[in-house]
């Protein structure tokens, strides 16, 4: 059989804690999986132990030092070989503390990862609230590293307000209720925009039958498959910056869940809360005051963060589910 002949290869990675991003996986990949030519392997991660959801208040923000230095948990055996072929991966991947998520991690730093990824085009695929412009650089750092081609990036994020779910969200995963509080609306990624992620796995199947992939080109322009907020980029900059001070002094004191690093998390998340009520309002304000001065490099910025998809939506009418 000729490579022409034989179905495309797609590795689908996954992890999900919710549900959240299993559910957005399955919508793009529904397509994909329907279609005769094309052969999906879903690859779902399992850490070793595995993340409590919902999260105990110590576990949570014990999390953060491990995420920021990018140090991976164990998994359970993968059901991959290491020795396959494929044509085309998709890196299903949500945020931790402004960095992929440690399951997401794990698998890149797989000894495995390497020869299933080098050379291989990507497609990332990012369901977070709405900080994931440092995460993504990390990615793509470690894809860099691995030989990987990022063809595209998906990013589906909370439309609640940054301040609104900064509360909702950790009373999600803190509590394990998706729910509305103090007449804020519910955390997550509305339904809609999960159901209509499915437009991406189209798009993929009519790409893959054109040997579409084997190009350097974007999949998914055209499909709103990315909105940056640069505004966001330089709380989030402040953020990593600190997450990686105070992660180096955490982990020194020693392996997560060991009791003598509560003492440092407690300090940490008062720290914390007063950097989110003092320095996202200060930089938005600061940002609004001098916009006439920013409009061009947040225009470019913005520009940059949202390649190689971009956000326009010529093709949208094409995809309508
Ligand atoms: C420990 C932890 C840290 C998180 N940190 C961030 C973050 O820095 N930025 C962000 O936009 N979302 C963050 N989130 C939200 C996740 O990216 C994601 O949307 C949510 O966990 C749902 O994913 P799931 O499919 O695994 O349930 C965090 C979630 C958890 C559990």
Excluded at 141 to 165: H, K
Excluded at 241 to 259: C, I
Aim: glycine residues 6%; charged residues 20%; contains cysteine.
């Amino acid at each position: 059989m000729t490579t022409s002949d034989r179905p495309k290869r797609v590795l689908a990675i996954c992890y999900s804690q919710t549900g959240q991003l299993a559910r957005i996986a399955h919508q793009v990949l529904a397509p994909l999986r329907e279609n005769p030519k094309v052969d999906v392997h879903l690859e779902v991660l399992r850490p070793v132990p595995a993340y409590p959801f919902p999260w105990p208040v110590f576990r949570f923000f014990d999390a953060f030092p491990e995420a920021a230095h990018l140090i991976a948990p164990k998994l359970e055996p993968l059901d991959l070989k290491g020795g396959e072929d494929f044509d085309l991966v998709i890196l299903f991947y949500q945020v931790w503390f402004l960095a992929p998520s440690l399951p997401v991690t794990a698998f890149l730093k797989h000894p495995m990862a390497i020869s299933l990824l080098k050379n291989k085009p990507v497609v990332t695929v990012i369901a977070c609230r709405n900080m994931w412009l440092m995460a993504h650089q990390k990615m793509k750092c470690m894809l860099d590293g691995l030989g990987a081609r990022l063809i595209d990036n998906v990013v589906l994020a909370d439309r609640g307000n940054v301040f609104a779910t900064l509360l909702t969200t950790p009373l999600w995963f803190l509590t394990g209720r998706q729910a509305g509080f103090l007449g804020l609306p519910p955390p997550g990624i509305a339904p809609p925009e999960i159901l209509h992620a499915q437009r991406f796995g189209l798009a993929l199947q009519n790409a893959l039958a054109n040997d579409a992939e084997k190009s350097a080109a974007p999949l998914l322009a055209g499909l709103k498959a990315v909105e940056a907020d640069a505004r966001l980029y330089f709380t989030e900059q402040a953020a990593t910056r600190s997450f990686y001070f105070w992660g180096k002094l955490v982990r020194a004191a020693g392996e997560p869940g060991s009791w003598i690093r509560k003492p440092l998390l407690f300090l940490y998340v008062i720290f914390l809360v007063a950097l989110i009520v003092t320095v996202i309002p200060a930089n938005l304000a600061l940002q609004a005051l001098i916009r006439p001065l920013l409009g061009k490099q947040l225009a470019r910025m913005k520009h940059d963060f949202e390649l190689p998809s971009g956000s326009g939506d010529e093709r949208m009418s094409n995809y309508v589910i």
